[in-house]
């Protein structure tokens, strides 16, 4: 299931792509198609075109996009996944090996030598943690390990998706 994030859901972007959902930002396309903001109608083309589902708040794009589109209702990214959830079956279980970089949705890999990695963390990290991983995107680079943040997201996504 591939995914194309509409501009005002950020952060679900990056909470799709944590997950290992591939997962497109529409302000990612803004380069690609060379206007800024992208027109819905460039949004849908591209959806379509690469088979992925629209996920908004913005009704409009909703109606025209119904067949192959979400509509967000409310605020705030655990509500937004527990739909998701909902609608979509889509299970949220963390593990580095499915997981995306949540700056530019490549793949991760295992980084086999700690030390080429050293001056991109910081010191504190770098001496509690022996695995990480690094987004294979070479202009991206970015570093990932499994830290507090994700037991809490987890945490407060089970909470979340308990009451069904």
């Given at each position: 299931?591939?995914?194309?994030?509409?501009?005002?859901?950020?952060?679900?972007?990056?909470?799709?792509?944590?997950?290992?959902?591939?997962?497109?930002?529409?302000?990612?396309?803004?380069?690609?198609?060379?206007?800024?903001?992208?027109?819905?109608?460039?949004?849908?083309?591209?959806?379509?075109?690469?088979?992925?589902?629209?996920?908004?708040?913005?009704?409009?794009?909703?109606?025209?996009?119904?067949?192959?589109?979400?509509?967000?209702k409310g605020e705030g990214i655990y509500n937004y996944l527990?739909?998701?959830?909902?609608?979509?079956?889509?299970?949220?279980?963390?593990?580095?090996?499915?997981?995306?970089?949540s700056i530019c949705n490549s793949q991760l890999e295992r980084?086999?030598?700690?030390?080429?990695?050293?001056?991109?963390?910081?010191?504190?990290?770098?001496?509690?943690?022996?695995?990480?991983?690094?987004?294979?995107?070479?202009?991206?680079?970015?570093?990932?390990?499994?830290?507090?943040?994700?037991?809490?997201?987890?945490?407060?996504?089970?909470?979340?998706?308990?009451?069904?």
């Amino acid at each position: 299931m591939k995914f194309l994030v509409d501009s005002m859901l950020g952060k679900l972007t990056r909470f799709l792509r944590i997950f290992g959902y591939d997962t497109i930002y529409a302000n990612d396309l803004i380069n690609f198609f060379n206007i800024n903001p992208v027109p819905d109608e460039l949004l849908i083309d591209y959806a379509s075109k690469d088979n992925r589902i629209i996920i908004t708040k913005d009704f409009p794009l909703y109606m025209r996009y119904k067949d192959k589109s979400i509509f967000l209702k409310g605020e705030g990214i655990y509500n937004y996944l527990h739909q998701l959830n909902k609608q979509f079956g889509i299970k949220f279980e963390f593990s580095f090996k499915q997981a995306r970089c949540s700056i530019c949705n490549s793949q991760l890999e295992r980084v086999t030598n700690k030390i080429s990695i050293k001056s991109d963390v910081l010191k504190e990290t770098y001496n509690h943690f022996n695995e990480f991983y690094q987004c294979s995107n070479l202009q991206c680079k970015k570093v990932y390990w499994q830290g507090s943040h994700i037991e809490d997201i987890q945490y407060k996504l089970g909470k979340t998706l308990e009451f069904d």
